[in-house]
Every structure is written in structure tokens, then in C-alpha cells.
């Protein structure tokens, strides 16, 4: 859960309950989700860079925009050509060029494409030329999409004042009712090792967000401690969620996971004695038993012996 795409969205929108007889999705089926959109990414990173390899020419590139106008891919590659050659001008006119051509119903194709016009402008243009940009983007398109690009490009250039100026200026006041827009910002914290700013995010979150969403926002801030920060206080955040719902199996399933994660063998040890006193349905019952199987392979890879 540390970094979302932007199709998790529907996450924020739909409702997860909080009482354990109204469960929301679980945080189990969302984590594979992310892992195959991350591994389909990954596939499509590899289908651009063999098709751009094979284009060498002007021509190669124009024949292959034509036979496939709709493809944002084909054109972030034809943008690639021209900034490899040193033509900026020409890159930032293929990309209006893609934006008048893709159909307007492919949403996700033009992001695509302003996502490598806000790089264009990042790299070789000004901060202001790429705000512009950002904010024509934001009036034809999903504007909480496009400025949550718009930080992405940011962080990932380590810009990160501008970054935060995106967030308290745009993100974290026009959408502070969406879980993605604080967990984002909270992974960006946690990777500057601001751990301090990131703890005191989760505060003004939680005052934010509905109450529906504060399950899943305190884990995803868990995780990031996890991972980032101090796991002691990890533990302790989701020791304080079960406390409360000590039958959501999915929170016990992640916290395990990280505890495995830490090889900490006597904890997690601890931890499958409580999930197995839970007396779970069967059809919980095979979740935890994926679990055990883990927790068996972690600790033979450390040479040690379980009772599981």
C-alpha cells in the first residue's frame, strides 16, 4: 500500500464501513490489485521501449502514430525521439499534436501524455511554463488526476519544495476528503525522512477524511512507519486498530506480513497464535493457513525450526 496508482481512486469512493458486520473490501484483495497494476505497468514500460527501439527515424515515428493515433505510448515515444535529438519545441508539439488526435474518451492515454509533457516542462522548461501546462490539463481532465501527476513528477525529481507547495496549496485543500491524496503525500514524507511532518499528517488526515476512511489511512501510515520509520510505532498503531476490530482479518494479514517482513520470527510467532484464536469462518481460515506457509519459508531461510 505504500504508493498507489491512480486507478486505486475508486478506493476513496467506495465505502468501507467500519463496523466489523459491514466490511468494506478488504486490504488483501486491494494489495493484489496493486501488485498486477504494477506488474501490467511494468509490461507496458517493456512494450514501449521495444517499440521505440525499432523507430528510428521521423518517418518510422509518423507511420506509427498513424496506425495507432489512440496510443499514448506511441506518442510519449515519439516526444522521447525529439528530446533525444535536443528538440524541445518539436517534443512539446508532437505532445499537443497527441492531445488533439487521442479520443477524448481515453482519459487514461491523454494523462499519459501530459504526464510526459509535465517531465518536458520539468526538465527543460520553467516552473511557471510547467504550472500553466498543469492547470490546462486540469481544466480538460480529472483535476485531482492531474495534480496528483503533477506531484509525482515533482517528488521524483526531488523538487521538493514545489512538491509541497501542491499539496498545501491544491491537494490537501481542494480534495482533503480523499485517502490517496494524504497517503501520497505521507509516502513522499516518509522517502525525505521527514518522519515528524508525516506523523503530524496523519493528525490533520483524520480530521479530514471521512470516518469511513480512517481504517485504511491509519494502516497505509502503519505500513509507511513500517518501512520508513520507526516499525515499533508501526506495531503500535496496528495494535491500536485491533484493539478495536480484532476480528479484521485483513489488518492482522498485513501487520503479520510486515513483522514477517522485519524477520522478527518471535513476534510474528505471537502473532498467528492471536489470528488462530480467532476461531475464523473456513473461508478466513485459508488466508491465515497462506500466512503460516510464509511465516514456515521466513524461517527456514533464517535456520530456524517453528512449531507451525
Known amino acids: 500500500d505504500e504508493k498507489m496508482s491512480d486507478s486505486e481512486e475508486e478506493d476513496d469512493s467506495a465505502k468501507t464501513e467500519e463496523p466489523e458486520t459491514k466490511k468494506g473490501k478488504s486490504l488483501l484483495k486491494r494489495e493484489k490489485r496493486r501488485k498486477k497494476e504494477e506488474a501490467e505497468q511494468e509490461v507496458r514500460k517493456i512494450e514501449m521501449k521495444s517499440n521505440s527501439s525499432a523507430l528510428e527515424t521521423e518517418d518510422d515515428f509518423e507511420r506509427e502514430v498513424a496506425c495507432k493515433p489512440d496510443s499514448g505510448a506511441s506518442w510519449v515515444c515519439y516526444m522521447a525521439y525529439w528530446l533525444g535529438l535536443g528538440n524541445v519545441d518539436k517534443a512539446r508539439l508532437t505532445a499537443k499534436r497527441a492531445l488533439d488526435t487521442i479520443n477524448y474518451r481515453l482519459e487514461e492515454e491523454k494523462l499519459n501524455v ?9 526538465s527543460f522548461g520553467t516552473h511557471e511554463g510547467l504550472m500553466r501546462v498543469c492547470k490546462e490539463a486540469a481544466a480538460v481532465n480529472d483535476s485531482k488526476a492531474v495534480f496528483l501527476r503533477l506531484a509525482a513528477v515533482l517528488d521524483k525529481s526531488k523538487k521538493h519544495p514545489e512538491l509541497d507547495e501542491v499539496y498545501s496549496s491544491v491537494l490537501l485543500k481542494k480534495y482533503k476528503k480523499s485517502r490517496k491524496v494524504w497517503c501520497n503525500y505521507c509516502t513522499s514524507l516518509a522517502s525525505q525522512q521527514r518522519l515528524d ?67 522478527d520470527h518471535e513476534q510474528s510467532r505471537l502473532l498467528l497464535d492471536r489470528m488462530v484464536g480467532l476461531k475464523l469462518p473456513i473461508k478466513k481460515d485459508e488466508v491465515l493457513l497462506q500466512k503460516v506457509h510464509r511465516f514456515r519459508n521466513s524461517s527456514r531461510r533464517c535456520g530456524q525450526i517453528e512449531q507451525y
Open 114 to 122: 501530459w504526464s510526459a509533457l509535465f517531465n518536458l516542462e520539468n
Open 197 to 263: 511532518e508525516m506523523r503530524e499528517l496523519l493528525t490533520k488526515a483524520l480530521k479530514s477524511l471521512p470516518k469511513d476512511k480512517h481504517i485504511r489511512t491509519i494502516c497505509h501510515f502503519a505500513q509507511t512507519e513500517y518501512k520508513q520509520g520507526d516499525p515499533n510505532r508501526g506495531s503500535t498503531m496496528f495494535e491500536n486498530v485491533l484493539t478495536t476490530y480484532p476480528h479484521r482479518l485483513d489488518l492482522w494479514a498485513v501487520y503479520l506480513d510486515k513483522t514477517i517482513a522485519l524477520n
